[in-house]
């Protein structure tokens, strides 16, 4: 499928499994994170095929209604609770992610928690708290399946079958969001897992051939999950333009994807190019891509979901 494969690479999914680099204890620590976070929050905890402790905070919206699920991963620099810079947290209780004038108001938020473990980015994003989307393993009959795949279907599976008078959720809006590595993670979990609607995610890194890659594959999706990606016109390593290129392949191989990039410049407004200059790893695109662009939460981000419910 993919050609010879490089030492060290494994045939099917890519890369090896992410090693684990400091011993966290993911539970205490998501107690914390979500205990700071205001409003009805459960925290969920689950032991994950190798042992590790995973956990969840899960932010309920009151309503009376069955409400849309936003799942949202992290970035590999900051931890869950950066969430409280992305606005997501005070639109959960007013945002239409229906798209219909009478339809509900608001919605529920998953916050998975990462793990430790090395990454192939540049120091000092090579090891930390992030996802494992260089591991592709997706195969559900495996036991060696994706520990991050694992934690992330018991949490979502988690709170879609629980039953509960505090909350209900819209099946048909299961969506998913996240930042940087996390949004690669989000954009490959969606591509190969059923059941979720559409995932709309900002500065995400090529999650199949990213430049620091040495297991790159070309990326064979079991599910045609609609895909919005957000960069900056001069975004981090050049990442506006292998992601572009990434969405680009995407839609020349697989006709029935709905799969788009969008452009925001340094003053968040919609442009139509990438800057292929900005290749550094500090500068304007690193500044840029570590600000979550909450002015167009709404047109970008809730726009695609409204648009793109599960069919």
């Not at 936003?70 to 229906?98: F, M």
């Not at 430049?211 to 079991?222: F, I, K, L, S, V």
């Not at 695109?285 to 002015?295: A, C, D, E, V």
Request: aromatic share 10%; with cysteine; proline share 6%.
């Amino acid at each position: 499928m993919n050609g010879n494969v490089p030492q060290n690479c494994t045939k099917k999914y890519g890369d090896q499994p992410a090693k684990r680099v400091i011993t966290v204890d993911t539970a205490v620590t998501l107690l914390n994170v979500c205990g700071n976070i205001s409003g009805y929050v459960n925290t969920l905890k689950f032991n994950d095929s190798n042992g590790d402790a995973r956990g969840a905070c899960f932010i309920i919206t009151q309503s009376k209604q069955p409400l849309p699920l936003l799942v949202w991963l992290h970035s590999s620099l900051y931890p869950a609770s950066s969430i409280s810079l992305t606005g997501l947290l005070e639109q959960a209780n007013k945002a239409n992610l229906t798209g219909t004038s009478d339809g509900p108001l608001g919605y529920h938020i998953l916050l998975p928690y990462g793990r430790s473990t090395t990454h192939f980015y540049p120091v000092p994003d090579d090891q930390g708290t992030g996802w494992d989307n260089w591991y592709r393993n997706y195969n559900r009959s495996d036991p060696a399946l994706n520990v991050d795949v694992q934690a992330m279907d018991y949490f979502i599976n988690k709170v879609l079958t629980t039953q509960s008078n505090d909350y209900q959720i819209d099946k048909s809006r299961v969506f998913l969001s996240g930042w940087s590595n996390g949004a690669a993670m989000a954009v490959e979990y969606a591509l190969n897992t059923p059941g979720i609607a559409s995932v709309a995610v900002y500065s995400a890194p090529d999650p199949y051939r990213d430049n620091h890659d040495p297991c790159a594959q070309t990326p064979y999706p079991t599910n045609l999950t609609p895909i919005r990606i957000l960069y900056n016109q001069c975004d981090v390593l050049n990442m506006c333009v292998t992601g572009g290129s990434f969405i680009e392949d995407l839609n020349n191989r697989y006709c029935d994807l709905t799969a788009e990039v969008v452009i925001i410049n340094s003053f968040l407004q919609r442009t139509s190019e990438c800057d292929e200059s900005c290749t550094a790893e500090i500068g304007l695109g690193f500044l840029q891509h570590f600000r979550w662009p909450i002015p167009r939460n709404d047109d970008v981000f809730f726009d695609f979901f409204r648009k793109h419910p599960l069919s």
